[in-house]
Every structure is written in structure tokens, then in C-alpha cells.
């Protein structure tokens, strides 16, 4: 079933009106018909049935009941800044895989620094990105991301699990350091992190782990990690 995120609450019975992006998605793109069921997503998280009417000028959703899907836990995803086709497609794949929240960060080694007054304008990009990889997926919630952070704020961060994923670490493997709770997992940037990062992300309670024998991508890494976590619950 096709999925809509209306920011707004919306309750059963309520006519939800489209925006102008959506009222195109619906008609041209997708080529949605009168009585046509479809998922729509509340900014508060609660997701319902809607069926589609046109009638006359407008075009609304009229809210039948709740549908319960939801996410199996939080997931953050610091990832250090890498190249900017790379981090749009991570940004993509990863709300696609169940990400909930993405914080980009400076790290020592990272070669892309977004200036302050280019911020706004990226993460509007960004977090647009993620909006539509989360409505394509059928997610009820949306990702999002955060203002790049330094290491030394990384603690605003922290979950249940945290750790690093480190391509030095030879004996503790992801799916050994995963259990039930909320994750917060870290991944360097393509030249890797620094080992002073890592002791510092050791101080901090991150645990390293290795991701296996093969020296992965940064953008591959952070895929590897959400479904590995996937396939762990
Ligand atoms: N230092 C390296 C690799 C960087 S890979 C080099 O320059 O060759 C980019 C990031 O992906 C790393 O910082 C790490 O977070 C993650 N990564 C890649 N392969 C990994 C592995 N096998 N185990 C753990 N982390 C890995």
C-alpha cells in the first residue's frame, strides 16, 4: 500500500488535503483512482488508512482507521562525512534499512567540511532525501538528520549499545555486541579514523567491533551495520 506523511496529527474520520508535491505523486506518478486505499503517517508518529476522493477543486484522504506498524528500535547512525554522492546515497539507503536518526561528524581524517552558511541548504537536502527514502519504504517514522557534530559531543548521542565499528579490532564481532535496547553505532570516514578517535570513542563507553576480515567502504560499512541489526531482532 502506497504511503503518505502528512505533517500533522490527524485523527479517524478527519479529511487529510495533500500538498502540492503529493497531489502530483498521487495523480501523475502513480495514477491513484477515487476510493483508492493508502497509508498515511502523522507527524507524531501514528499511521492510518485513508481512502482517496476527488472531488471537485480538492483532492483529500478521509482517515478511516489506525494501522500499526512500528519501528523494532532506535537506531542512530553517526557517520563521518564523506563525498557528497556517497553521503546522499548513504543518507538514502539507510533510512531505507530502519535508520532512525543520522548525525554527521567532523572527524580528523574527514575531506568534506560544510561551511556555516552552506548548513542550512545541505541539511534541507538532506533531510529531504531521507523523507522520501522513508516514505518509499512504508516507514512510520522519519529519519532524521541532525547538524554535524565534533567527537567531543558524540555523548548527546548515546543508546543502550554503543559502539564503533573499527577495522583494527580482530576479535569482537558486530553480531557478538548486539542485544535488545536502542543502538548508537559510529563509522569513520573513507581514510578511517585516527587511534586517538578510537580511544576517545573507547572512553566514552563505544565498544569497537570489527565487521569481518574485508576492509569495507564508509557508505558500505553503515549498510552492513543496519542489517546486520536487521536480521539480529
Ligand atoms: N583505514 C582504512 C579504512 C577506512 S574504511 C583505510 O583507509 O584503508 C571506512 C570506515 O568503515 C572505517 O572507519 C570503519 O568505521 C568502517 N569499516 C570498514 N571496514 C570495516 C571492518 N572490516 N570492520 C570494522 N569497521 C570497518
Request: charged share 30%; hydrophobic share 40%.
Amino acid at each position: 500500500m502506497r504511503q503518505f506523511f502528512a505533517l500533522q496529527d490527524l485523527n479517524i474520520n478527519d479529511n487529510y488535503h495533500f500538498d502540492e508535491e503529493q497531489l502530483h505523486h498521487l495523480k501523475d506518478v502513480l495514477r491513484m483512482k477515487e476510493n483508492d486505499l493508502m497509508r498515511i503517517v502523522c507527524s507524531n508518529g501514528k499511521a492510518f488508512i485513508g481512502q482517496l476522493h476527488f472531488e471537485r477543486e480538492s483532492v483529500f484522504a478521509t482517515i478511516l482507521e489506525e494501522s500499526f506498524v512500528t519501528d523494532k528500535r532506535e537506531i542512530t547512525m553517526v557517520a563521518s562525512m564523506i563525498k557528497r554522492e556517497k553521503w546522499e546515497w548513504l543518507i538514502q539507503k539507510s533510512c531505507e534499512l530502519g535508520v532512525s536518526k543520522i548525525v554527521p561528524l567532523e572527524s580528523k581524517r574527514c575531506i568534506v567540511h560544510i561551511e556555516e552558511k552552506q548548513l542550512d541548504k545541505k541539511l534541507n537536502r538532506w533531510n529531504k532525501i531521507a523523507l522520501e527514502a522513508c516514505q518509499q519504504s512504508n516507514r512510520n517514522t522519519i529519519c532524521e538528520v541532525v547538524e554535524p557534530i565534533k567527537l567531543k559531543d558524540i555523548n548527546e548521542y548515546k543508546a543502550d549499545i554503543n559502539f564503533v565499528a573499527y577495522e583494527n579490532e580482530n576479535t569482537k564481532l558486530l553480531r557478538d555486541a548486539l542485544k535488545d535496547g536502542s543502538v548508537c553505532f559510529v563509522i569513520g570516514p573513507e581514510g578511517g579514523f585516527e587511534e586517538s578517535e578510537v580511544e576517545f570513542l573507547t572512553k566514552q563507553g563505544f565498544e569497537t567491533v570489527s565487521l569481518g576480515e574485508r576492509i569495507l567502504r564508509a557508505e558500505t560499512a553503515g549498510l552492513f551495520v543496519l542489517s546486520v541489526i536487521e536480521a539480529y531482532q
